[in-house]
T-cell receptor
Framework: DAKTTQPNSMESNEEEPVHLPCNHS???????IHWYRQLPSQGPEYVIH???SNVNNRMASLAIAEDRKSSTLILHRATLRDAAVYYC?????????????FGQGTELSVKP | DAGVIQSPRHEVTEMGQEVTLRCKPI?????LFWYRQTMMRGLELLIY????????DSGMPEDRFSAKMPNASFSTLKIQPSEPRDSAVYFC???????????FGPGTRLLVL
């Protein structure tokens, strides 16, 4: 399974942008890059995903490097409610049957 | 819309007892997943179903664990007999299809004494 590497923790100030990095140097051509987050005492929730092009949705933006060996989740204005563990996951639906394999993620804390 | 529903939310039991966790997926979703989360091992996939059929149970730790999905709106995860090392938060998730976005329930926090 292709693996991802994320910093264990990051800090941000409220209302400032946050850039959460993820390295995936062994990514294959059929791996999608997914981001989920887990708020305290809740189940994980989907944030965003992409294959090659940058993606935007109401929650965040996903910037994917040209060689696809790294990506960055961007929260444009962090709020206290964004404090969570953020998981970067490579998902090959053709070869892994849809499995989400969670790593340790990045614990984001947001200071008021 | 109701999300994924899990019951009970908390369970405390003694070693050796049978534990049954329940999950109601989102209506219309055809895939259901059971995960376990511990501090030591993080979030692990135990088993998943597609159209009520178990597809991959390679994550089920041992024979003490079993999962069923008798119909599209209900699944159970059973541990018999339970052991203290089974203490964890168990999450159920569902998706429209196995490759689609997964929606997680609130989890069942299990403590085996």
């Amino acid at each position: 399974d292709a693996k991802t590497t994320q910093p264990n923790s990051m800090e941000s100030n409220e209302e400032e942008p946050v850039h959460l990095p993820c390295n995936h140097s062994t990514i294959s051509g059929t791996d999608y890059i997914h981001w989920y987050r887990q708020l305290p005492s809740q189940g994980p929730e989907y944030v965003i995903h992409g294959l090659t092009s940058n993606v935007n949705n109401r929650m965040a933006s996903l910037a994917i490097a040209e060689d696809r060996k790294s990506s960055t989740l961007i929260l444009h204005r962090a709020t206290l409610r964004d404090a969570a563990v953020y998981y970067c996951i490579l998902r090959d639906v053709d070869n892994q049957g849809g499995k989400l394999i969670f790593g340790q993620g990045t614990e984001l804390s947001v200071k008021p | 819309d109701a999300g994924v529903i899990q019951s009970p939310r908390h369970e405390v039991t003694e070693m050796g007892q049978e534990v049954t966790l329940r999950c109601k997926p989102i209506s219309g979703h055809n895939s259901l997943f059971w995960y376990r989360q511990t501090m030591m091992r993080g979030l692990e996939l135990l088993i998943y179903f597609n159209n009520n059929v178990p597809i991959d149970d390679s994550g089920m730790p041992e024979d003490r664990f079993s999962a069923k999905m008798p119909n599209a709106s209900f699944s159970t995860l059973k541990i018999q007999p339970s052991e203290p090392r089974d203490s964890a938060v168990y999450f159920c998730a569902s998706s429209l299809a196995y490759q689609e976005t997964q929606y997680f329930g609130p989890g069942t926090r299990l403590l085996v004494l």
